[in-house]
Nanobody, 120 residues
């Protein structure tokens, strides 16, 4: 079972908005910092935003003022509200979480990714 399941990606015009969601499965627990990363074609995966279990956030410079990350600890879910989207935001977006898995090890876990495409 995939530890993190993303949803909400799609195709949007420049200037539009999308909201990504990521829910943790029952295979992981003691969830700490959660975040979003993205990988565009031909580029390395990069940090977009993270949020600690206490609600502290951090953003990549490229998305500051346009994206907002939040989480619902009761639902083990993290969200990414993306506004004023630009073509350069086009990428596969991956959910990430530090958590304890079935092997009892506290480590990073990843979702399978969701495609976001912004047309000009």
């Amino acid at each position: 079972q995939v530890p993190l399941v993303e949803s909400g990606g799609g195709l949007v015009q420049a200037g539009g908005s999308l909201r990504l969601s990521c829910a943790a499965s029952t295979t992981i627990f003691d969830i700490g910092t959660m975040g979003w990363y993205r990988q565009a074609p031909g580029k390395q995966r990069e940090l977009v935003a993270i949020v600690t279990s206490g609600g502290h956030t951090n953003y990549a410079e490229a998305v500051k003022g346009r994206f907002a990350i939040s989480r619902d600890n009761a639902k083990n879910t993290v969200y990414l509200q993306m506004n004023s989207l630009k073509p350069e935001d086009t990428a596969v977006y991956y959910c990430n979480a530090y958590a304890t898995g079935s092997h009892g090890i506290y480590e990073q876990h990843w979702g399978q990714g969701t495609q976001v495409t912004v047309s000009s």
